[in-house]
């Protein structure tokens, strides 16, 4: 019979269901690999053709890794919680839950059909209250910790409890709060139950604080900076501005060098390491303090600024304040306080990763206040500027015109004096010349001084007069970790006089209560206020805020490893066997969102000894993205630009002024229009005059990213429908390299899926009846066979899967050539090619009458011998013109070969019974007769 795949693939598909063929042993003697796909939201829209991408290539390794012997958990779940479930619940009225199920369904149906061999028994769902619990728990561990910068991990806030009893906060060394209070231990003991917890939230892992967020107030939430692009919200395109609210968050910055150090530890993509370096930002340089000239009253009398430059303090010009710096207000006079206003009104409008960005536009606003340069003593003024931010070092900044070039085009733009700074030589040059303008300082004690030498003396003379110390500084801040939505994860804490507490941990998980709307309330607050009786006790509020996406997805491999343990997130054992991540996919752009959190979680779990990795993910791929491949017709306009009711071809379009029109890719085959169902696609189209080529309407082409939008998003659905899902897995892998962006055309695929029915060939006769011989193969089909078995192995554990695809392919055109139908050939080659073609292949493997399922064989052995070349085609010439070619053996002595070739029949012939006067042989390389 012909290969008919949907039987096959319908067949295969629920055998391994039924079978849980892909169930992970708890523990084994074979050795583990652990592969994991970033996992997906489930959308409304469901998959297309790219989001299979990277898990085709993690599945083709998986069962790769399968056939070799290891014990592969290879397991899928879905980050259920987020924006998009609820927008549409606003919209509707329809709980997140709902929606959320009917799109998982619509997933696993199309996951399923792709013949992907995950260990669904290990299924997770973050939505799901049994998951949340372990993400509420794991909140409450960083509440219930602190970071022990003499141990330099995280340790049980217990253990800080007992210094302040034992000595009060003089030798605690912690990652903190600024604020801090220094006390004895006879003051700790005099504190209040409600001052003791106030002072504690000042060292927990995840605390309330006042924080600059990015509000958006269409959508009623905290974003994130990567949920937001050039000051709208990346969903729904929303104005987003900076806001101060009282947040939770966590203490990822006490985690700084050891996430940038653990970089050095990994097999990760250099690019993505660099980013996570870039977001971290470790800066070596001094803090200094800045007297200020002022009669307000502020709770300091100086700006401390950070800088990497201290050698450079002698020219400062300026200091600069973020606009939502807390002295900002204070500090302003009253002839600065509309202009300042307006300033900070702009800088709202800005993300922080605008502000990081923007380097071509030059704004600010003078505040009217001066400080003191504590070196120079010079007095100097004190400005705002947006590209300064609050939470980057001390949120101000020392303004250096002379040596920096955006310092030197802030002062030339608001006619700062520009101080050059000089040693005792140019000093006296400068004082000779009276055409010499601008203001000069001398360097004082560093002249003369190397950088090294100048820093090191300047940061001695800082700490020496208490106005400065050498510092190291991270650009990364602390996570912000709350959003005031619904649909999240709830925060297991309660109010108690204005203070946070936690719930216990024998009530987690704590449920997310029903809700009328999933609006704001009238009064502000977020949804979980229209909770109806939702209080701790009975009387204590609950948090209402719920936390932020990355909650659920920063630790979801460790409940892979134990998916059901109602007694932990995973139990020891499992922990133990399992360890760590050895191969993840996903994209780039978690780089410094989930791959940070995930990285910041699972070294806060190893502190309190509850994992034993230190890194989550060995190695890392990112997939490319495969980009759609838009069709377009072309509408007439006329001369005042308004569209006509006719449409030209893409060749004649030159000829006409026209307008392009997005047109559904699935519609168009080959670049021609279907016109039939085109005017079914725009009905407004339907009595439209279509001017054709050659009897032929073609479509422009232009590569685009795949949306709805675009009407080029290609529904895999389709694709198997027609060709199969094995045809889908290697036209996906044969685009071209994993890691690259690549445009999908389905145009090709035809040649795949053809490919496939050669491959069903061989084991068929005619007359399509499975026939195979159990002579001994060939050297040809061995070395045919050989060949194909260490290319595969080779690329598969490079991670190249595209040219294993054209390697199939030259394979089976040899073995047809051969008319190869010896099993001891072909049941090899089902193996090896069974990762990138599972269904077809199972088939094949039980027609070999083999019962077990293909995906637990043992991959071929590759034998080096049938690759060594024993044979050379000897290019034979009568009279110095080639004749014809005989396959001898390199092992024969020349006068063995001219002896064979005497005798050839084909030979004689060209001698015509002559006798050679000479038979020159090169051997290994040609046979020359001369007559």
């Keep these: 019979m012909d290969y008919q795949f949907k039987e096959i693939e319908q067949k295969w598909q629920g055998f391994w269901a039924a079978h849980q063929t892909f169930k992970a042993e708890a523990t084994s003697a074979k050795p583990k690999f652990y592969v994991l796909d970033m996992f997906p939201y489930p959308s409304g829209a469901g998959l297309h053709v790219g989001h299979p991408l990277g898990y085709i290539a993690s599945d083709i390794f998986s069962r790769y890794k399968r056939l070799k012997g290891y014990n592969v958990l290879h397991p899928m779940g879905y980050d259920s919680f987020g924006l998009p479930a609820e927008q549409y619940a606003i919209q509707t009225g329809q709980h997140p839950a709902v929606t959320t199920e009917a799109n998982i369904s619509t997933y696993r149906r199309q996951l399923d059909q792709i013949g992907f061999s995950f260990d669904w028994s290990r299924e997770v769902r973050t939505s799901e209250p049994e998951y949340y619990k372990w993400t509420q728990w794991i909140f409450m561990q960083l509440f219930n910790s602190w970071y022990n910068l003499e141990t330099d991990r995280a340790e049980d806030i217990t253990t800080l409890i007992e210094k302040f009893n034992a000595a009060g906060s003089a030798d605690v060394k912690a990652v903190s709060d600024e604020d801090v209070k220094s006390f004895m231990p006879s003051d700790w003991a005099a504190m209040t139950a409600e001052e003791k917890q106030e002072e504690l939230l000042k060292y927990r892992l995840t605390f309330l604080k006042e924080s600059t967020v990015n509000w958006?107030?269409?959508?009623?939430?905290?974003?994130?900076?990567?949920?937001?692009?050039?000051?709208?919200?990346?969903?729904?395109?929303?104005?987003?501005?900076?806001?101060?609210?009282?947040?939770?968050?966590?203490?990822?910055?006490?985690?700084?060098?050891?996430?940038?150090?653990?970089?050095?530890?990994?097999?990760?993509?250099?690019?993505?390491?660099?980013?996570?370096?870039?977001?971290?930002?470790k800066s070596v340089g001094a803090s200094v303090r800045f007297k200020i000239e002022t009669e307000a009253a502020v709770n300091t009398d100086y700006i401390e600024v950070f800088t990497t430059r201290v050698d450079t303090i002698f020219g400062v010009s300026y200091v600069v304040l973020a606009p939502e710096h807390e002295l900002v207000s204070a500090l302003t006079t009253p002839e600065q306080q509309n202009s300042v206003k307006d300033y900070i009104e702009q800088t709202k409008k800005k993300s922080e990763l605008d502000r990081m960005a923007d380097t071509k536009t030059v704004s600010g606003a003078f505040t009217g206040t001066y400080v003191v340069n504590p070196v120079s003593g010079e007095r100097i003024q004190l400005w705002i500027a947006d590209y300064v931010l609050a939470g980057y070092g001390t949120g101000a900044v020392m303004g250096v015109p002379s040596g920096d070039q955006r310092d030197w085009l802030f002062a030339t733009h608001f006619n700062l004096p520009i101080v050059q700074i000089l040693d005792a030589q140019q000093e006296i040059e400068v004082q000779a010349d009276p055409t010499k303008e601008g203001k000069y300082i001398n360097s004082g004690f560093i002249n003369g001084m190397t950088y090294t030498e100048a820093t090191a003396t300047l940061n001695k003379w800082l700490e020496d007069q208490k106005v400065g110390k050498a510092k190291v500084n991270f650009r990364m801040r602390d996570a912000i970790f709350g959003r005031q939505r619904y649909w999240g994860e709830p925060i297991p804490v309660y109010f108690k006089n204005g203070l946070p507490y936690l719930i216990k941990e024998e009530e987690l998980p704590l449920l997310l209560p029903e809700v009328d709307k999933y609006l704001p309330t009238e009064t502000g607050e977020p949804p979980l206020g229209r909770a109806e009786n939702w209080t701790y006790e009975h009387q204590y509020t609950y948090e209402l805020s719920t936390m932020p996406g990355w909650a659920g997805s920063s630790w979801y491999w460790y409940r892979y490893m134990d998916a059901h343990n109602s007694a932990a997130f995973a139990g020891k054992e499992a922990i133990e066997y399992w360890k760590d991540v050895d191969l993840y996919i996903g994209?780039?752009?978690?780089?410094?969102?989930?791959?940070?959190?995930?990285?910041?979680?699972?070294?806060?779990?190893?502190d309190l000894g509850y994992v034993n990795e230190e890194e989550p993910f060995r190695k890392l791929i990112n997939q490319g993205m495969i980009q759609g491949r838009s069709n377009f017709v072309y509408r007439v306009v006329d001369e005042s630009g308004r569209g006509t009711n006719t449409l030209v071809s893409h060749g004649l379009k030159n000829n006409y002024k026209t307008s392009a029109l997005h047109v559904d890719v699935n519609i168009v085959e080959n670049e021609i229009l279907s016109i039939e169902k085109f005017k079914l696609f725009r009905p407004e189209f339907a009595e439209a005059e279509f001017i054709l080529e050659n009897g032929k309407y073609i479509c422009g082409v232009e590569v685009e990213k795949m949306s709805k939008s675009k009407f080029n998003v290609v529904n895999p659905d389709v694709l198997i429908a027609s060709y199969g899902a094995d045809t889908l897995r290697m036209y996906e892998m044969f685009l071209g390299p994993l890691e690259q962006s690549k445009p999908w055309n389905t145009n090709g695929i035809e040649g795949v899926f053809k490919f496939l029915r050669k491959f069903w060939r061989l084991f068929h006769n005619d007359s399509w009846e499975f026939t195979l011989s159990d002579a001994e193969p060939t050297k040809a089909e061995l070395k045919a066979l050989h060949k194909i078995i260490?290319?595969?192995?080779?690329?598969?554990?490079?991670?190249?899967?595209?040219?294993?695809?054209?390697?199939?392919?030259?394979?089976?055109?040899?073995?047809?050539?051969?008319?190869?139908?010896?099993?001891?050939?072909?049941?090899?080659?089902?193996?090896?090619?069974?990762?990138?073609?599972?269904?077809?292949t199972e088939e094949l493997w039980s027609l070999l009458g083999n019962k077990e399922s293909l995906s637990y064989a043992t991959y071929p052995e590759f034998n080096p011998a049938h690759l060594v070349e024993d044979e050379f085609s000897y290019p034979v010439s009568v009279n110095g013109k080639t004749r014809l070619n005989l396959n001898l053996s390199l092992t024969l002595e020349a006068r063995e070969i001219e002896e064979i070739v005497l005798a050839d029949e084909q030979v004689q012939k060209y001698l015509e019974g002559k006798t050679p006067k000479k038979v020159i042989i090169v051997k290994g390389r040609i046979v020359n007769i001369v007559v």
């Design 587 to 606: 994209g780039a752009e978690h780089a410094t969102g989930h791959l940070l959190y995930s990285r910041f979680w699972n070294k806060f779990l190893k």
């Design 216 to 281: 958006c107030a269409a959508l009623g939430t905290v974003l994130a900076n990567d949920e937001v692009k050039d000051g709208f919200s990346e969903r729904g395109g929303h104005p987003v501005e900076q806001k101060k609210m009282m947040q939770w968050s966590m203490r990822i910055s006490a985690y700084a060098e050891r996430l940038l150090q653990g970089l050095n530890t990994i097999d990760w993509p250099e690019p993505v390491k660099e980013m996570q370096r870039n977001w971290i930002g």
């Design 790 to 840: 260490k290319k595969v192995q080779d690329d598969i554990e490079r991670f190249s899967f595209n040219t294993s695809v054209s390697s199939f392919m030259i394979a089976v055109n040899e073995l047809t050539d051969l008319k190869c139908n010896k099993r001891s050939i072909l049941q090899e080659l089902v193996i090896v090619l069974s990762p990138y073609a599972p269904h077809i």
